[in-house]
């Protein structure tokens, strides 16, 4: 299938990038100049702005209640290259997954790069699920977390800190599912690693020579891509981890690490789904969302948690 009309209109008139090195703040203002007005995102029971407090120091989050009866539990980590994305930028996001699945939806705002160095940004997101899993619980149930891009990767890395903190005797409530959303699993850019390196190098929004300089300011704080905190797809044992879910784009570069992720998974014996979407390109989930086939995400995770998804 080819690129959907509507996303290929709305790459053909992005300006080219400037020139010289990425600036993280204009690049911010300029993610949060785009954000849609309150009035006109979906609107839930209630949404309130919170404070995860941990060890490490305090994590802004903001909690989605879709209905006054909501149970069971969704942590979200926002993507952007560990460097851009908040918890404005992908409210729309989360405010879809709350409104879909049913759960309560907690969003992390969890540190970024360059102000602060790896591991801060895995370090609050994992704090950011031992607090919402003790303040509002899962009550046995459903206890999930999901991420997109970046945000994915911080799943997978949660995901594997979870587990082996339960089984080295930690206290963590017990993570039932993963989702994750065309997910940044391996942090080495050899451009020969993966087939989809090389047949979406351009042209699709995220152009392979921009992986190296995007995730320049988190490699440079000390993230290291050997380690699977940092590429989780370098972790040799995934057994005993949370079911998954992977959708992945055609026509992204990151499409094959995700699609292999969830080939090792399914083969370490974890119940694993992976879709991929053929008309979409990295990013579609934020960027996308207003197209129907692409809002098909969120509906497509709430069966996932609900125990209805077909493998």
Not at 23 to 48: I, K, S, T
Not at 173 to 186: A, W
Not at 260 to 269: C, E, N, P, T
């Amino acid at each position: 299938m080819t690129l959907h009309p509507e996303i290929a209109e709305v790459l053909a008139s992005l300006p080219e990038p400037p020139p010289g090195p990425l600036d993280p703040v204009a690049m911010r203002a300029g993610e949060e100049a785009q954000v849609a007005p309150l009035d006109e995102r979906v609107g839930l029971h209630a949404v309130e702005d919170a404070t995860a407090h941990a060890e490490t120091g305090d994590v802004p989050v903001r909690v989605y209640t879709p209905s006054p009866d909501a149970s069971g539990l969704l942590v979200y980590f926002h993507g952007g290259a560990f460097f851009l994305g908040s918890l404005e930028t992908h409210d729309h996001v989360a405010r879809a997954l709350a409104k879909e699945t049913g759960l309560v939806v907690v969003s992390v705002g969890y540190r970024r790069a360059p102000e602060s160095a790896f591991p801060a940004g895995l370090q609050d997101c994992y704090a950011a699920v031992r607090w919402a899993a003790e303040r509002y619980g899962s009550g046995g149930g459903t206890l999930a977390i999901a991420g997109d891009s970046s945000g994915a990767g911080f799943v997978a890395a949660v995901a594997a800190m979870a587990h082996d903190d339960a089984v080295t005797g930690g206290h963590s409530d017990r993570i039932t599912h993963q989702i994750m959303f065309y997910p940044s699993l391996d942090l080495d850019f050899d451009i020969d690693r993966y087939p989809s390196m090389r047949e979406n190098a351009e042209g699709y929004g995220l152009e392979t020579a921009g992986l190296a300089p995007f995730n320049a300011f988190y490699l440079d704080s000390g993230a290291d891509p050997a380690d699977p905190r940092v590429s989780p797809i370098k972790r040799e044992d995934l057994t005993g981890l949370p079911q998954a879910l992977i959708i992945t784009a055609q026509y992204d570069p990151m499409r094959d690490e995700g699609e292999r992720y969830g080939a090792r998974l399914s083969d370490a014996g974890v119940e694993t789904t992976v879709r991929r979407y053929s008309f979409a390109n990295h990013g579609f989930v934020q960027n996308f969302s207003w197209i129907p086939e692409c809002y098909q995400a969120f509906v497509e995770t709430a069966e996932f948690l609900a125990g209805r998804h077909a493998r």
